[in-house]
């Protein structure tokens, strides 16, 4: 999906590393683990407190990433209009919205959802997903 965003935004694929990096879930070997998956990198751009701690313990200069408009285009609040049936799709780009209806993902996140707790379906309470 997010090769579809840029390729969409018309951003060379020289210009950017898509790289998959497996959360060990283990604070102390964490940045040791992303500096051997990727390329030499000298900045980390991050929100998330632990790894931007744990970056700047090992000497990296962290900068945050603006956001932009995080109450509507957060993760948890798209994922949580997709479970309530609402708009969700005017918030990712075309690219992205047709490859999640393609493989059904829209339908697997609902299926996913069901339980016999109701309050996951009030606008606001998707946080478990």
């Known amino acids: 999906m997010i090769r579809l965003a840029m390729d969409e935004a018309k951003i060379e694929a020289s210009k950017y590393y898509i790289i998959p990096i497996r959360d060990l879930r283990i604070h102390d070997l964490w940045v040791a683990h992303v500096v051997s998956q990727t390329p030499k990198f000298e900045v980390v751009f991050s929100n998330e407190p632990v790894t931007s701690r744990l970056f700047r313990e090992a000497g990296f200069q962290v900068e945050p990433l ?16 997709v479970v309530r049936g609402e708009d969700w799709d ?6 992205v919205a047709a490859y999640i209806k393609g493989i059904f993902g829209d339908q697997r996140l609902r299926e996913l959802a069901l339980n016999d ?5 009030k606008p606001g309470h998707a946080s478990h997903f």
Do not use: N
């Open 66 to 81: 603006p956001f932009h408009d995080r109450e509507i285009y957060s993760a948890t609040e798209i994922r949580g209009r």
């Open 90 to 95: 005017t918030l990712v780009p075309p690219s």
């Open 117 to 121: 707790d109701p309050k996951h379906l």
